[in-house]
C-alpha cells in the first residue's frame, strides 16, 4: 500500500523545507535507508532518508520550491499502483474511486479556476534566510531580465534582518520577472522572479501572485512529470564549465558569476586575481581582498575622477538641505530588539574599577609567544566565562513561567559593522584556552564585517561582551542584548595616578560596567559576579590554573 512521505521537521525552529535536491526520479526503486532529497531548513541544508521500501510513485515538492513541514513531499508505493486518491486527499483510496482518466480531466477542469504556470517556468519566492526573518531587501541583482541562469548561480544578494547574504538559483533557464527591484523590501514568499523559457509570457502569472490566486498546488500539477526533464538538463549543466572569462594569455579563468561582478563594479582584470576555491576558482573574497598593484598613471586618473565629485558635493553656505536613507533590515532588527529589552527588562547598572598592570604583563609575555596573539578583550571574555561558571544566577533567561538556567556558557561578543551591530557568539567560552578564543574572536569578527557570518554563529549566547575601549571610551553602559541577563560594557585603560601600599604611583585601570535585568539578576549577586571577574583579570594567572 501506498505511503505519504510529508516534508519532515529537520530543526527545532523549522517551519517550511525547501527542496535543494531529489537524488530519487519518479519510477526509482527505493530502499529503506536511502536518501530521497537534501532539504535546506531555516539552519542547513540536510539529507532526508527514507524509512520506507518501494517505488517513488510522485513528487509533491519540486526542486526549489518551498513547502510547510508536514505538506505532501512524495509517495512510495508498489510499482504502477494507483494513488489518484491520496492525491485527491483521500488516505483511504477507496476501490470506488474513478478511472485515472476521467480523474485527470476533473483535475484539468479543476484547474482552469486558478492560473496555469506554462510548462518549464518556475516561480522563485523571498526566501527566508534566518529563522527570524520576515522580509528581505533586495540588496543588488545579479542578473538581468533576459540572462540566462544556470542551477548554482546567484540570483541576487538578499538583506535579512541579520546580515546580506547570496542566494542561488535551484533552477534554470532565462530570467523572466524580477517582481522585488533593488533596494525595494518585501515578505517571505512574495514574488521575487520567475525563471522560464525565453520569450515566454508571464504578465498573468505576475496579476495572478498579486491577486493570490496563483496557488502552490498548480505548481506541483504543472511540473508532475519534470523529474526526468530536469535529471536531463542537470547532466547537460554538468558539462558546462562554470562562469569563466579569458586572461592575456588566451587561457580561461574560472570565476563564480559574483566574483565577476565585483570584479567589472571595481574595474579589476580577474586575470591578476589568484582564486582560492576549488580548482583555482575565484569566489567573491578573492576579489574584495585583491590589491592591484600601483600604477604610475594611477595618480592621474584618481584625481581627475576626484574633480567632478568636489564639484557635485559643493554646497552654498546657509542652505538647507536633509536627505533620506532608507532604513536596512539590520537596523530594523536592532531598533526593535533594542527598543522591547529596553522597555520589557528593568536594567539596573554597577560600576567596577580594574587594575590593569598584571594583565599588560601577561599579555606581553603571552604575544612573545611565536604564531600566538591574544587580546585585552580575549582575556575579558575568558574572565567573564570563568565568573559565570561560579554564579550561575548571571548565566540566566527569563521567561513568562520560568527562569532558565543554562548549564551551558556561550558568551557573545558585540562587533561593529558599517550598518549597525551585530553580536557573534562564541560557543563554550569556558572550555576554551586565551589563544582559542583570540582565533575565534578575530573569524567570527571578520565574517561579521564581510557579511560572511551565518545566522548560525549568532544565536545562542547567554552573556555579552561590549568593548569600546579602542576608541577611547573610559565608561559606558550598554541594553541587555536578550534573552541575556546581563552584559558587561568594557572601557579603555587608562594610565594615571592610583594609591598602592599607601603610596601615590602611577598606574593602568579599566572599568567595567554591568547591566543587569533585575527580573533575574539581584543587585548582591551582579555585585559578587563583578568581584570575582576583577579577581581573574587583575591576576590572569587564575585562568591558567
Known amino acids: 500500500m501506498a505511503t505519504i512521505i510529508n516534508m519532515p521537521r529537520l530543526s527545532d525552529t523549522m517551519e517550511e523545507g525547501v527542496v535543494a535536491s531529489w537524488l530519487k526520479n519518479v519510477g526509482d526503486k527505493v530502499e529503506e535507508g536511502d536518501i530521497l532529497a537534501e532539504i535546506e531548513t531555516d539552519k542547513a541544508t540536510m539529507e532526508f532518508e527514507s524509512f520506507h521500501e518501494g517505488t517513488l510513485l510522485h513528487i509533491g515538492v519540486q526542486e526549489g520550491e518551498t513547502a510547510p513541514v508536514d505538506s505532501l513531499l512524495a509517495i512510495i508505493g508498489e510499482e504502477g499502483e494507483d494513488i489518484s486518491g491520496l492525491l485527491n486527499g483521500n488516505t483511504s483510496a477507496p476501490a470506488e474511486t474513478k478511472s485515472t482518466e476521467e480523474t485527470k480531466t476533473e483535475e484539468s477542469k479543476a484547474s482552469n479556476t486558478s492560473t496555469d504556470i506554462p510548462e518549464g517556468v518556475k516561480v522563485v519566492t523571498m526566501p527566508r534566510l534566518s529563522d527570524t526573518m520576515t522580509e528581505g531587501t533586495v540588496a543588488s541583482w545579479l542578473k538581468k531580465v533576459g540572462d540566462k541562469v544556470e542551477e548554482g548561480d546567484i540570483l541576487a544578494e538578499i538583506e535579512t534582518d541579520k546580515a546580506t547574504m547570496e542566494f542561488e538559483s535551484f533552477n534554470e533557464g532565462t530570467l523572466l520577472h524580477i517582481g522585488v527591484q533593488e533596494g525595494e523590501s518585501a515578505p517571505v514568499d512574495s514574488l521575487l522572479a520567475i525563471i522560464g523559457k525565453a520569450g515566454t509570457d508571464v504578465s498573468s502569472l505576475v496579476e495572478a501572485h498579486k491577486a493570490g490566486t496563483l496557488t502552490s498546488s498548480t505548481t506541483t500539477e504543472k511540473q508532475e512529470e519534470a523529474p526526468k526533464v530536469t535529471e536531463e538538463k542537470k547532466t547537460e549543466t554538468a558539462a558546462t564549465p562554470v562562469a569563466t572569462v579569458s586572461n592575456t594569455n588566451g587561457g580561461r579563468i574560472f570565476a563564480s558569476p559574483l566574483a565577476k561582478k565585483i570584479a567589472k563594479d571595481k574595474g579589476i582584470n580577474l586575470a591578476d586575481v589568484k582564486g582560492s576555491g576549488e580548482n583555482g576558482r575565484i569566489v567573491k573574497k578573492d576579489v574584495e581582498n585583491y590589491t592591484p ?66 594583565a599588560m604583563a601577561s599579555r606581553k609575555t603571552i604575544n612573545e609567544i611565536p604564531d600566538t596573539k591574544i587580546s585585552f578583550n580575549d582575556m575579558v571574555v575568558k574572565a567573564c566565562a570563568m565568573a559565570l561558571k561560579k554564579h550561575p544566577q548571571v548565566n540566566t533567561s527569563w521567561t513568562d513561567n520560568d527562569t532558565l538556567f543554562h548549564s551551558h556558557i556561550n558568551v557573545g561578543v558585540a562587533v561593529a559593522v558599517d550598518e549597525g551591530l551585530v553580536v557573534p557568539v562564541v560557543k563554550h567560552t569556558d572550555a576554551l584556552s586565551l589563544t582559542q ?98 579577581t581573574y583579570i587583575e591576576n590572569p594567572v587564575t585562568m591558567l590554573a
Open 293 to 358: 598593484a600601483a600604477k604610475i598613471e594611477a595618480p592621474v586618473a584618481t584625481s581627475t575622477a576626484a574633480t567632478p565629485s568636489a564639484v557635485t558635493n559643493f554646497a552654498i553656505a546657509g542652505e538647507e538641505n536633509t536627505s533620506e536613507v532608507k532604513n536596512s533590515q539590520m537596523r530594523k532588527a536592532i531598533a526593535k530588539a533594542l527598543s522591547n529589552s529596553k522597555f520589557s527588562a528593568p536594567h539596573f547598572y554597577l560600576n567596577i574599577e580594574v587594575d590593569m598592570d598584571n
Open 437 to 534: 578564543i583570540g582565533a575565534a574572536v578575530r573569524d567570527l569578527a571578520g565574517k561579521a564585517r564581510t557579511k560572511k557570518i551565518t545566522p548560525a554563529e549568532m544565536q545562542g549566547s547567554t552573556f555579552t561582551v561590549s568593548n569600546l575601549g579602542m576608541f577611547g571610551i573610559e565608561s559606558f553602559t550598554s541594553i541587555i542584548n536578550q534573552p541575556n541577563s546581563a552584559i558587561l560594557s568594557v572601557g579603555a585603560i587608562v594610565q594615571k595616578p592610583v594609591v598602592k601600599n599607601g603610596e601615590i604611583v602611577v598606574g593602568n585601570t579599566m572599568k567595567l560596567t554591568l547591566a543587569c535585568d533585575h527580573r533575574t539578576v539581584d543587585g548582591a549577586v551582579g555585585a559578587q559576579f563583578l568581584q570575582t571577574l576583577k
